[in-house]
Every structure is written in structure tokens, then in C-alpha cells.
């Protein structure tokens, strides 16, 4: 303890240094974990959206072969009814899936009476997305991504269809429109259609051609009873994977041939920001301790300078050249140890500020205004913390030892 409150004496014989090196460390911190904080949000809210607000769930099923050869014809690469049972029957046995929905992507031809145009459709049980909505634990998830009323089983001719494809065929909520495409057996086929609700296209390729009907209205569009493909949701992210190496053993037992992929896997955008992040990320990283690390070297080559007859002094009365590396190697870390409990009160007041402020951004993907947010990441915290003591300690190392080198003759002369 006598060394340490040395030490800590030592600091602020020189307080105005010493409390520039300390605003440093903590900025470093804030800056680090403030960025972290909101990568943190931004990969979370991402796959909130993707999940629950989109109802893509954490697992889909396909037929094996659909995403390789279905874009061609993907009219043989549907699940039948009897797969769809079997599928179904041996997921009833996993407490850990919440609901498996099947879906039927089409395209085809949307008219207004005067003109048409392409559209491409997902068709969906509108109950069992708001059921995967409503498992959403964060606002993200649970965000509305449409203008209107919701689509129900009841409506199945009840459709959504984008801002851009909505302008272009002049609709408005409540119009009527036609839907054209070719049935699984070639003929062609046309419903009459009602627009419930206009929808967020989540990106700007699909503005003028998205749409969203109802599971029933797409079957009878392509007059069939199959699906292309069967959405899982689980309880638990966590449990994505390991579900998916069981589901695809029992699959392969019953003679299923089907392919499982994760919600991941079929974001490449979620994967791409998140790469990108965490490029920015590290580079903020390296850019904020690098100027740490120069900030406490040149306290302590100072601090070093300054001193130097007094290193000579405790030289002389017998301290070893460790005791004079260890004494500086204590201050360093006393300066990291100040700033980081600084950087992390500033870090507490900015994420307060924001939860209190409630500020908002458009994300991308997302059309509409979110809550802006800083997570508080744990362990980003802790390693912050360790990096930044075992930083300062490193960074007083070398000026230390040079010092604790000197010849005492040398430096009781030392001007």
C-alpha cells in the first residue's frame, strides 16, 4: 500500500499532465465502447428485423436443390403435402421450436385494369407472422412495416404491395387489382386482388415490385396445394445451430431430402454490415490506444525526466533497479486505472443521455424511424478495462528501465 499511494502521490506532482493523460484514457474508452455499444444495436436490431418483423424465423426448409436450380423453374422443387406432414410431424417433437410456417413465393403480373406490371410476392399465414412478430424481445422486432390494415386469413384476397408498385399502378388502400401468373401446370391464372396495406421494401431494387399476400391466395394463384419452402422459429437464437444439425440427422433417417439453412445464412446484407462494422471497429480500435499509449509514454518519459535526481537520490539510498521500474510501472497503471473508471462513468452518462433523450434514426433497410441506442456490452467493457491497464504498464516499461539504468554518479548530477 505505501508504494501505491506513492505512486498515486507521484501523479499529481505534475496534476495538469497527469489529468490530460487521465481526459485521455477515458475518451479512448468512451470512444471504443460507445462504437462498440452501437455495433452491438446495429447487429441486434438487424437480426430482430430480419426475424421476427419480417418473419423469416431463425431455420428455413427447403427442398433439396431449390436454391441452386428452383430459380429456374421452382415449380419442382415444391413440398408436397405429405412432406410438408412429415416435416411438420417430426418438428412437434422439438420443445424448443415455437412455429413452423410454410411459405409459397410467386410472380407474375399485377394490373390496375389499364396497365401491368411485374411483381414478385411472398405468400405467407398472416396469423402465424404476427405470431412470430410478437416473440420479438426488442422494439426492432416488433416494428410495423407497413401503412394499413393487417392481412388476416379471413381476407385471402386481402394483399400489401409497395410504395413504388403501389405509385405505378396508381393504387390506393382499398383499390382493386388483378394478379396474373402461370399455374404449376403452365396455364395462366388471375385473382381479383383488394390492396390492404402499403410495404416497406427492404431494398430499393424490389421498391417497385414487392408484394405480400396471404399463404391461400398464392396457392390458388399457382393452383397448387405445395409450398416452396417451410420457416422455423425457435425459442432461443442460441439454439439455431444444434437444432439444425439434429433436424437435417432425422431428415436424412426419414428419407427426406431437403436442405435447412439459418437466418444468417439467407441475410448475406446482415453478414456484410457486420463485416464492414467490425473492419470500422478495429480500426477505431487501434487508431484510439495507439493515442493512448503515446499519451502515457510521454507522461511518464516526462515524469522520468523530471525526476531524474530523485531516481538517483533513491538510487543511492539502496532501491534496486526493479524498485525504479516497479515505481513508475505503479504510476502508469494508477493513470490507467484513473482514466478507465473515468471512461466508464462517461460512457454510463452517454448511454443514460440517450435512453433519457430517446433520439432516432433510419436504419439501414428500414424506411421508418427507430430509437437510436448504445448497448452496454459486458465484455467489451472488461477487455477495455485490461487492454488499457496492461497498455499503460507496457507503455511505462521501456522509459522506466532506462531510467532505473543510468549510473547514480550521472544522475545526482543531472541538470
Given at each position: 500500500?505505501?508504494w501505491?499511494?506513492?505512486?498515486v502521490?507521484n501523479?499529481?506532482r505534475n496534476g495538469r499532465?497527469?489529468?490530460f493523460t487521465?481526459?485521455?484514457i477515458?475518451?479512448g474508452?468512451l470512444?471504443v465502447?460507445?462504437?462498440g455499444?452501437?455495433t452491438?444495436y ?14 423469416n424465423?431463425?431455420?428455413t426448409?427447403f427442398?433439396?436443390?431449390f436454391?441452386d436450380?428452383?430459380?429456374l ?6 413440398l408436397s403435402?405429405?412432406?410438408l ?6 418438428l412437434?417433437?422439438?420443445p424448443e421450436?415455437?412455429?413452423?410456417t410454410?411459405q409459397l413465393?410467386?410472380s407474375?403480373l399485377l ?9 414478385v410476392?411472398?405468400?405467407?399465414v ?7 412478430s410478437?416473440q420479438?424481445g426488442?422494439?426492432m422486432g416488433?416494428?410495423k412495416?407497413?401503412?394499413?390494415k393487417?392481412?388476416?386469413n ?6 400489401g404491395?409497395?410504395?413504388g408498385?403501389?405509385?405505378?399502378l396508381n393504387l390506393?388502400?382499398?383499390s382493386s387489382a ?11 391464372n388471375?385473382?381479383?386482388a383488394?390492396l390492404?396495406q402499403?410495404i416497406?421494401?427492404?431494398i430499393?431494387?424490389l421498391e ?10 398464392a396457392?390458388?394463384?399457382y393452383d ?11 425459442k432461443?437464437?442460441?439454439q439455431?445451430?444444434?437444432i439444425r444439425?439434429r433436424?437435417a440427422s ?6 427426406l ?11 448475406p446484407?446482415?453478414t ?5 462494422f467490425n473492419v470500422?471497429?478495429l ?6 490506444f ?6 502515457v ?5 516526462m515524469?522520468v525526466m ?6 538517483g537520490t533513491?538510487?543511492a ?14 504510476e ?12 466508464v462513468a462517461?460512457?454510463?452518462l452517454?448511454v443514460?443521455?440517450i435512453?433519457?433523450?430517446?433520439p432516432?434514426?433510419?436504419?439501414p433497410?428500414i424506411t ?5 441506442q448504445i448497448h452496454?456490452v459486458?465484455?467489451?467493457?472488461l477487455?477495455s478495462v485490461?487492454l488499457?491497464?496492461?497498455?499503460s504498464l507496457?507503455?511505462?516499461i521501456?522509459?522506466a528501465r ?6 547514480i554518479?550521472n544522475?545526482?548530477?543531472y541538470a
Amino acid at each position: 500500500m505505501t508504494w501505491i499511494n506513492l505512486a498515486v502521490r507521484n501523479l499529481f506532482r505534475n496534476g495538469r499532465r497527469s489529468l490530460f493523460t487521465i481526459a485521455a484514457i477515458a475518451l479512448g474508452f468512451l470512444a471504443v465502447n460507445a462504437l462498440g455499444g452501437f455495433t452491438a444495436y446495429i447487429f441486434s436490431s438487424l437480426k430482430d428485423s430480419y426475424i421476427y418483423a419480417e418473419a423469416n424465423g431463425h431455420l428455413t426448409i427447403f427442398k433439396e436443390g431449390f436454391l441452386d436450380k428452383g430459380k429456374l423453374d421452382p415449380t419442382l422443387y415444391l413440398l408436397s403435402e405429405q412432406e410438408l406432414g412429415t416435416i411438420k410431424e417430426i418438428l412437434s417433437h422439438y420443445p424448443e421450436v415455437v412455429i413452423a410456417t410454410p411459405q409459397l413465393q410467386i410472380s407474375g403480373l399485377l394490373s390496375n385494369g389499364h396497365v401491368s406490371t411485374i411483381f414478385v410476392a411472398s405468400g405467407r399465414v398472416p396469423s402465424d407472422m404476427q405470431t412470430i412478430s410478437r416473440q420479438a424481445g426488442g422494439a426492432m422486432g416488433k416494428i410495423k412495416l407497413y401503412d394499413g390494415k393487417p392481412l388476416t386469413n379471413d381476407a385471402v384476397y386481402g394483399i400489401g404491395v409497395s410504395h413504388g408498385l403501389a405509385k405505378q399502378l396508381n393504387l390506393k388502400l382499398g383499390s382493386s387489382a388483378v394478379a396474373m401468373a402461370p399455374t404449376v401446370s403452365g396455364q395462366i391464372n388471375a385473382l381479383d386482388a383488394q390492396l390492404l396495406q402499403f410495404i416497406d421494401a427492404p431494398i430499393e431494387a424490389l421498391e417497385d415490385k414487392l408484394a405480400t399476400v396471404p399463404l391461400q391466395f398464392a396457392q390458388n394463384l399457382y393452383d397448387t396445394k405445395n409450398v416452396d419452402r417451410l420457416t422455423v422459429l425457435l425459442k432461443n437464437n442460441d439454439q439455431t445451430y444444434a437444432i439444425r444439425e439434429r433436424l437435417a440427422s432425422e431428415f436424412a433417417a426419414a428419407d427426406l431430402k431437403l436442405e435447412i439453412k439459418t437466418w444468417n445464412e439467407l441475410s448475406p446484407f446482415y453478414t456484410k454490415v457486420k463485416k464492414m462494422f467490425n473492419v470500422i471497429f478495429l480500426i477505431t480500435f487501434l487508431i484510439v490506444f495507439t493515442i493512448v499509449v503515446m499519451s502515457v509514454v510521454n507522461t511518464v518519459t516526462m515524469a522520468v525526466m523530471e525526476r531524474t535526481r530523485e531516481i538517483g537520490t533513491l538510487r543511492a539510498l539502496g532501491m534496486k533497479r526493479t524498485g525504479i521500474v516497479a515505481l513508475f510501472s505503479l504510476e502508469s497503471m494508477a493513470l490507467g486505472s484513473f482514466g478507465s473508471l473515468l471512461g466508464v462513468a462517461l460512457t454510463l452518462l452517454l448511454v443514460n443521455m440517450i435512453e433519457l433523450l430517446r433520439p432516432t434514426w433510419i436504419p439501414p433497410q428500414i424506411t421508418r424511424e427507430v430509437p437510436l441506442q448504445i448497448h452496454m456490452v459486458s465484455e467489451y467493457w472488461l477487455y477495455s478495462v485490461l487492454l488499457l491497464l496492461l497498455l499503460s504498464l507496457l507503455s511505462a516499461i521501456l522509459p522506466a528501465r532506462k531510467a532505473a539504468r543510468m549510473e547514480i554518479t550521472n544522475a545526482l548530477g543531472y541538470a
